[in-house]
């Protein structure tokens, strides 16, 4: 079955860009899905940060759209997340996940989720 | 874009049925059937419930239903069963061609 796998440092300078990559294993992730990445501040609620299609085609938060550009790797199988600029505001477990059929479907599966932390 | 609004804490006994309200606008909920509900226990990450209001996907319990009225959308389970006591987000699509969550219901078993 689907699983999905985030990657990337743990902790990240003030300032300094954030880079993350999910790792999509048991399916293609040029099939007719989009991928996802999705953020949790510690303790708050869900906040969606944007989506790809294996075409290449992304659609981000209005909120986060100056700081963020999701890329795919078909070859790898991957798509990344980078946000720029990051602030404590930025401190959250991100998560990947595979989005239904259109962009903001839903989501299912999701990854286990990468805990970053933005501090000096 | 504000988030979908929920109850902060909902709560109920064993074999009771408890429902989880969602209330957004016409922008939002009222004007798309593109409500989707999300499971997540501690630690863990969330799991998709309900997708398209009231569409179940395999494998989820029909103890879990999903509805909508206007621009309220809510969750219901049945037969409340501990193993259901978890965090409970709500998402939906908006005119503004973007995704807003709730803020999570927190829902106790007693």
């Known amino acids: 079955q689907v699983q999905l796998q985030e990657s990337g440092p743990g902790l990240v300078k003030p300032s300094e860009t954030l880079s993350l990559t999910c790792t999509v294993s048991?399916?293609?992730?040029?099939?007719?899905?989009?991928w996802g990445w999705i953020r949790q501040p510690p303790g708050k609620g869900l906040e969606w940060i944007g989506s790809?299609?294996?075409?290449?085609?992304?659609y981000y938060s209005p909120s986060l759209k100056s700081r963020v550009t999701i890329s795919v790797d078909t070859s790898k199988n991957q798509f990344s997340l980078k946000l720029s600029s990051v602030t404590a505001a930025d401190t959250a477990v991100y998560y990947c996940?595979?989005?239904?059929?259109?962009?903001?479907?839903?989501?299912?599966?999701w990854g286990q989720g990468t805990l970053v932390t933005v501090s000096s | 874009q504000s988030a979908l609004t929920q109850p902060a804490s909902v709560s109920g006994s064993p074999g009771q049925s408890i429902t989880i309200s969602c209330t957004g606008t016409s922008s939002d909920v009222g004007g798309y059937n593109y409500v989707s509900w999300y499971q997540q226990h501690p630690g863990k990450a969330p799991k998709l419930m309900i997708y398209d209001v009231s569409n179940r996907p395999s494998g989820v319990s029909n103890r879990f239903s999903g509805s909508k009225s206007g621009s309220t959308a809510s969750l219901t389970i049945s037969g409340l069963q501990a193993e259901d006591e978890a965090d409970y987000f709500c998402s939906s699509y908006t005119s503004s061609s973007t995704l807003v969550f709730g803020g999570g219901t927190k829902l106790t078993v007693l």
């Open positions: 048991g399916y293609s992730i040029s099939s007719v899905y989009y």
């Open positions: 790809i299609y294996h075409s290449g085609s992304t």
């Open positions: 996940a595979r989005v239904g059929l259109l962009w903001f479907r839903w989501f299912d599966p």
